[in-house]
């Protein structure tokens, strides 16, 4: 089974909507990306969470880790046109000594209608 | 923040053929790594790309298939050898300082005829 769940695998919603994307774990997180890909193009860098209950904000996007650090939530509020793409969570996994890889979820495709 | 660079951005191969793909980071970064995403799916490790040393691949992928190179701290490659179209994909490199951001390149898109 996959190490990352991301739920929805897509989402449509109305322009001025709220939305939630989640991302869950099978293992204990050292840190969590969150990362938005247009189609065909490279990841957008949004948000890292490393800490339990760790929260961050940028513009309209709201990114949190649960305490037991196994599940993180990315809540867009009032919901643009421009937000639409594919998000991706990715997990940080320690490849060994101080050398850390990541591994994602498959993503969600988040359209957003004017 | 680093600025990833890769060339080409796409290209469209015949079977049998080699490709190289080329990443350039703007500053020194001690950790880069190479990615594929195949249609419709989600991103996987292909190696890390070790500076002076040999690539580690990641379950699945080898160097005969995947040679990488790493020449500095700014620079690497990967060549994807013999193609066939279940090699059409992108292939994204990342950077990274130690355990800080990943920062990604806008990827290589690739289709193999």
């Known amino acids: 089974s996959q190490e990352l769940e991301q739920s929805p695998q897509s989402l449509i919603v109305q322009e001025g909507k709220n939305l939630t994307i989640n991302c869950t774990s099978s293992?204990?997180?050292?840190?969590l990306y969150w990362y938005k890909q247009k189609y065909g193009e490279g990841l957008i860098f949004l948000m890292m969470l490393q800490k339990g209950g760790e929260e961050k904000s940028h513009e309209k996007i709201t990114a949190k880790l649960d305490e037991k650090k196994q599940q993180s939530s990315l809540h867009i509020t009032a919901s643009q046109p421009s937000h639409a793409g594919i998000y991706l969570c990715?997990?940080?996994?320690?490849?060994?000594?101080?050398?850390?890889?990541?591994?994602f979820g498959k993503g969600t495709l988040l359209t957003v209608n004017p | 923040s680093a600025v990833i660079s890769q060339k080409p951005s796409r290209d469209i191969c015949q079977r049998g053929t080699s490709l190289t793909i080329q990443c350039q980071v703007d500053s020194q970064v001690t950790m880069m790594f190479w990615y594929r995403q195949q249609p419709g799916q989600s991103l996987t490790l292909i190696a890390t790309a070790n500076q002076g040393s040999e690539a580690t691949y990641e379950s699945g992928f080898v160097i005969d298939k995947f040679p990488i190179s790493r020449p500095n701290l700014t620079f690497s490659t990967l060549t994807v050898s013999n193609m066939s179209p279940e090699d059409s994909s992108i292939y994204l490199c990342?950077?990274?300082?130690?355990?800080?951001?990943?920062?990604f390149g806008p990827g290589t898109r690739l289709t193999v005829l």
């Open positions: 293992k204990t997180l050292y840190g």
């Open positions: 990715g997990a940080v996994r320690n490849s060994g000594g101080s050398n850390y890889k990541l591994t």
């Open positions: 990342s950077a990274s300082q130690g355990a800080d951001t990943q920062y």
